[in-house]
């Protein structure tokens, strides 16, 4: 089977809930289209050999990108790596004609070939894209240049371009996650708030304080994270610069909770849950001066608020009906309408970059699931279940979803799972120890 690479990417357009897709190939030269099955996306199958270094010491690092390439685009689900043993042709010199027979031949229908040079501390990457059954190169090639130190983000960058040519959307590898680390017993564990890329490597740490940290969640540029803290002893929210790993207090009154805070899409202000006088209500503060404005007055739990990206609506979890709904209000507060009627306790909501779907944690009938449905409640559907899954964090192209899933038994732990939007690719992030409340950041600058 196979497919021009103009058809998947129309493919792709198409996908909707509860429908993927399925593809059909014409002629080798001809036409060729996409149905609409039941089925499953055929993932497109690729080839990348090894790039070309310019001297032999870089051999190994070109190889080290060729690798994280090739596990960031496979990694999504749409794509197949045709894997070198299968290869009949080589690529010895970056700009030679590309012989495009040798790779219809074992049914590579997207080649990506590419140079590494290193001068020093300097390291220049050269890469292209080619549909192969077309005979034709993708767009023209692009180079990224950084440091040796930095080869990991530079293949995230060249995967991204690559992901954003063969499907019209924008990338998402060039990006970090902002987790809670756990570690120790159940009944005596430590939690840390860390960072990482996206795909697990390069895990930092951004606290040491054996205070309970929750709840991470990145500014709209990626370098700041808001989180709550027990340091006080009670729940206070605070504000850590990422690249200077400096830290200050936002909620410093005593005797009063603050929680579950998010960046509004300007930077600027945040909203989050206060309790006091025995109810919980949502709040603004604005960043700069610490004056606050409350959003809600309703007798009963207001949390877990999140902005639509244009920073309009705020979408939050309320106990006003009963039980834990979806609720979503105008950013200055408001009348609040119910968008979750299904059966169940619905809570964390969270606002798809695209801001056409929000994405929740539901319990059902001892299950909890991760979920996503429409801006008015509709088209719901449930992309997990299992003993405990909560905390969905959108990828920066709203294409994919990180949650915790947490292990049953006395020695089960918190782990990091991630899923696309249509349910498929479930698979586990790595992380050195135990993880939770996962946070993704903007693509990088």
Do not use: C
């Not at 990626?222 to 340091?231: A, F, H, K, Q």
């Not at 292990?407 to 696309?420: K, N, P």
């Amino acid at each position: 089977m196979r497919i021009s690479l103009t058809a998947f990417v129309a493919g792709l357009l198409l996908a909707v809930p509860m429908l993927v897709l399925g593809t059909t190939a014409g002629a080798q030269n001809g036409p060729l289209r996409i149905e609409i099955t039941d089925g499953v996306i055929e993932p497109l199958p690729y080839a990348v050999p090894d790039f070309i270094a310019d001297t032999p010491a870089a051999a190994e690092l070109a190889r080290e990108i060729t690798r994280v390439i090739a596990a960031d685009l496979s990694g999504t689900g749409l794509f197949r790596e045709v894997p070198a043993t299968a290869h009949i042709s080589t690529v010895s010199d970056f700009d030679a004609p590309v012989k495009f027979a040798d790779w219809k031949a074992v049914n590579a229908q997207a080649l990506i070939t590419g140079g590494v040079s290193v001068n020093g501390k300097q390291l220049t990457v050269r890469f292209r894209g080619y549909d192969v059954f077309a005979d034709k190169e993708l767009g023209a090639g692009l180079q990224f240049t950084g440091t040796t130190d930095g080869w990991r983000r530079m293949a995230h960058k060249v995967a991204d371009a690559i992901y954003s040519r063969i499907t019209g959307e924008s990338g998402y590898f060039d990006s970090r996650v902002v987790f809670v680390s756990e570690t120790g017993p159940k009944n005596d564990r430590r939690k840390r708030l860390a960072i990482m890329d996206y795909d697990g490597a390069g895990v930092q740490y951004l606290t040491n304080s054996a205070a309970i940290v929750l709840a991470p969640r990145f500014s709209p540029t990626g370098d700041r994270v808001l989180y709550t803290s027990y340091e006080s002893g009670f729940p206070q929210i605070h504000v850590l610069d990422v690249g200077k790993v400096q830290r200050r207090v936002l909620s410093a009154d005593n005797g009063i909770m603050s929680f579950a805070p998010r960046f509004a899409p300007d930077g600027n202000t945040i909203v989050f849950s206060q309790a006091e006088g025995g109810n919980t209500d949502l709040y603004t503060m604005d960043i700069a001066t610490g004056s606050r404005t409350r959003l809600t007055r309703a007798p009963s739990i207001e949390t877990a608020p999140s902005y639509s990206p244009d920073g309009s609506q705020i979408v939050f979890e309320s106990d006003r009906s009963g039980a834990p709904q979806l609720y979503v209000m105008p950013a200055r507060g408001g009348e609040a309408r119910r968008i979750s009627f299904g059966k169940g306790r619905y809570g964390t909501p969270v606002w798809s970059p695209r801001g056409d779907l929000i994405a929740f944690t539901k319990q059902n009938k001892g299950r909890f699931h991760i979920g996503v449905m429409r801006l008015d409640g509709s088209e719901e559907r449930l992309l997990t279940a299992s003993f405990l899954d909560e905390g969905p964090s959108w990828s920066p192209n709203g294409r994919v979803i990180m949650f915790t899933r947490e292990t049953q038994g006395a020695t089960g732990r918190a782990l990091l799972y991630s899923v696309d939007i249509l349910g498929r690719n479930l698979k586990p992030v790595r992380t050195p120890d135990g993880a939770s409340d996962p946070a993704w950041s903007p693509l990088q600058q």
